[in-house]
């Protein structure tokens, strides 16, 4: 049984707490709002965020962060990509200080540039930092339905071990040394999955979205390995399996805000899409690497107002004619 404490009262950080309280594990949730923390700790339920989903009866969430970290061995980062700094800097006094901590969001820091794991790292340098990522609906693994997930650590040993510890019905861990692979996967697939979103609110047809998902994950890839990213991680589950996931069910939050864009629908309200938040800083490093990532630079025009989705959507299908694989072909 593992001290786990999770940062984080949203959708993923409800479904990682039950999926692991399942599991036996002690588990204490810390969010930022005592009404949210009260529902799901009195009447087990989170409605907000996960409907009328039923919690396990173990579950408590609080918002007195030291209380909540105590004696906690392993740390997990839930909350909003943009906000995993400011939580982090909360964390930092209460710490313990042989905590393993684990960023679980997806997206890459907009101020600075930074993955998720160096945000945490650079506030709480002391630490061994970890990623969790992949293809998972927290609205499946509240269900109890079976996921597969990687966990990366510095040590691939430790990642292996800690799979192990974590993994259940729910949630299979697969392991991972490579950090950077695990966390770019997961934050690009969401500015894909609001372009392919884009195709589909504008009914371009499935062969026109099988066409930008694949031209998108060749763009991942290229971007994902120039930040230092290993390729085979990157076909692995948070790389093309997150990416299959979240292009293809509107269960996405990504993918159901690039419909709503594409059909010309307000999206004031929706629900948190990573991508948006991510998409310009995730450009402006392609252009530091000099590649070349037209899907993505769309998706900036289109949700930075610079665009039309129409206009977006014809560009995207008429670029120029070249070698599939430019670096074999030419
Ligand atoms: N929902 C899902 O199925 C999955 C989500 N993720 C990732 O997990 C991260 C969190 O997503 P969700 O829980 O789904 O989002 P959510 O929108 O359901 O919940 C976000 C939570 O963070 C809190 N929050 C927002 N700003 C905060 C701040 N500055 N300080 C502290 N708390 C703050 C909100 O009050 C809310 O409780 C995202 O990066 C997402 O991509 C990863 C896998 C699956
Ligand atoms: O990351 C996810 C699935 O792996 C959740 O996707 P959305 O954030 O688009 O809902």
């Keep these: 049984m593992a001290r786990i404490c999770i940062l984080g009262t949203g959708a993923w950080g409800t479904a990682l707490a039950t999926a692991f309280v ?8 810390w969010g930022r709002n005592a009404e949210t923390c009260a529902e799901i700790s009195e009447t087990h339920r989170n409605h907000a965020y996960l409907g009328e989903a039923c919690l396990p009866d173990g579950l408590s969430a609080s918002t007195d962060m030291a209380g909540a970290l105590e004696n906690a061995q392993i740390v997990l980062f839930v909350a909003p990509a943009q906000s995993t700094s400011d939580v982090a800097g909360l964390a930092a006094p209460q ?10 969001a997806k997206g890459i820091d907009r101020r600075s540039g ?30 109890g339905l079976p996921t597969a997930l990687t966990l990366a650590l510095p040590d691939q040993a ?4 800690l799979a192990q510890t974590l993994s259940g019905d729910a949630i299979r861990l697969y392991a991972s040394d490579d950090i950077v692979g695990v966390q770019i996967g997961g934050a690009l697939k969401n500015v894909m999955a609001i372009a392919v979103g ?11 979205e099988a066409a930008l998902i694949t031209r998108g994950y060749a763009e991942l890839v290229r971007l994902g390995v120039a930040m230092g990213a290993r390729a085979e991680t990157l076909m692995g589950l948070s790389g093309l399996g997150d990416l299959v996931l979240t292009c293809s069910s509107e269960l996405s939050r990504n993918f159901s ?3 709503a864009v594409g059909s010309g629908h307000d999206v004031t309200g929706l629900k948190l899409a990573e991508g948006v938040h991510t998409v310009s800083i995730a450009n402006e490093i392609a252009a530091r690497h000099g590649i070349s990532c037209p899907v993505m630079q769309t998706a900036d025009l289109v949700l930075s107002g610079r665009m039309s989705a129409e206009e977006a959507r014809t560009a995207l299908m008429s670029r120029p004619i070249k070698a599939e694989h430019p670096e074999i072909g030419q």
């Design 95 to 104: 710490l313990p200080g042989d905590a393993l901590l684990i960023a679980c």
């Design 22 to 29: 399942r599991q036996g594990h002690d588990v204490r949730m």
């Design 158 to 161: 430790r990642a292996q071990s």
């Design 198 to 208: 884009i195709c589909r609110g504008g009914g371009m047809g499935a062969s026109a």
């Design 114 to 143: 930074q993955t998720q794991s160096e945000v945490i790292d650079a506030c709480l340098p002391d630490h061994v930092v970890g990623v969790l990522s992949g293809p998972s609906f927290a609205a499946d693994v509240v269900r």
């Design 257 to 259: 805000y690039g419909i």
